[in-house]
T-cell receptor, first 110, second 111 residues
Framework: KNEVEQSPQNLTAQEGEFITINCSYS?????LHWLQQHPGGGIVSLFM???GKKKHGRLIATINIQEKHSSLHITASHPRDSAVYIC????????????FGKGTKLSVIP | EAQVTQNPRYLITVTGKKLTVTCSQN?????MSWYRQDPGLGLRQIYY???????DKGDVPEGYKVSRKEKRNFPLILESPSPNQTSLYFC??????????FGDGTRLSIL
């Protein structure tokens, strides 16, 4: 079974700061997801990666398959970015089972 | 509007009384899945479905059943609920076998 570790667990940043959230996993994967869970509980899918880098607005996600590591970056952070960010991995080509990290709670202060 | 709709949103019930949480999507997605979220444990996948009549177990399938008789619906069935199934449940749908759209969640309390 894949172990998924996120760091940090909690992160407080000042508005405008560059933020990095990390995700490491123990077994080779076929895909990795980044999700955002708002304070009200709703979940939004941000990215799915199998290699390289993806960018959407101020969000950038990267993955290093050899090092079994992914990062989610937020540039010019804003209080509306305050949420829990969750990493999930899909292990193996024939399986669509997902294993989740426990999440990183981000608070951006004005 | 693209939507994943779960019902009910909240339910308090008693041990052993069968219940069904419905999930419906209007995007013609082939992939649908169920998750539970618990404090300290995070999200865990219960079941997923890659198409009509095709379902498979996630990490924590014990005590749950699902069915996928039509593309738009993926109900979660608790035949004999127990207190350890008290949780926040999410349904999701997507293309390319990935969750892209999530429902608003169902908070279940089993006494």
């Amino acid at each position: 079974k894949n172990e998924v570790e996120q760091s940090p667990q909690n992160l407080t940043a000042q508005e405008g700061e560059f933020i990095t959230i990390n995700c490491s996993y123990s077994v080779g994967i076929s895909a990795l997801h980044w999700l955002q869970q708002h304070p009200g509980g709703g979940i939004v899918s941000l990215f799915m990666l199998s290699s390289g880098k993806k960018k959407h607005g101020r969000l950038i996600a990267t993955i290093n398959i050899q090092e079994k590591h992914s990062s989610l970056h937020i540039t010019a952070s804003h209080p509306r970015d305050s949420a829990v960010y969750i990493c999930a991995v899909r292990t193996g080509a024939g399986s669509y089972q997902l294993t989740f990290g426990k999440g990183t709670k981000l608070s951006v202060i004005p | 509007e693209a939507q994943v709709t779960q019902n009910p949103r909240y339910l308090i019930t008693v041990t052993g009384k069968k219940l069904t949480v419905t999930c419906s999507q209007n995007m013609n997605h082939e992939y649908m899945s169920w998750y539970r979220q618990d404090p300290g444990l995070g999200l865990r996948q219960i079941y997923y479905s890659m198409n009509v009549e095709v379902t498979d177990k996630g990490d924590v399938p014990e005590g749950y059943k699902v069915s996928r008789k039509e593309k738009r619906n993926f109900p979660l069935i608790l035949e004999s609920p127990s207190p350890n199934q008290t949780s926040l449940y999410f349904c999701a749908s997507g293309v390319n076998n990935q969750p892209q759209h999530f429902g608003d969640g169902t908070r279940l309390s089993i006494l």
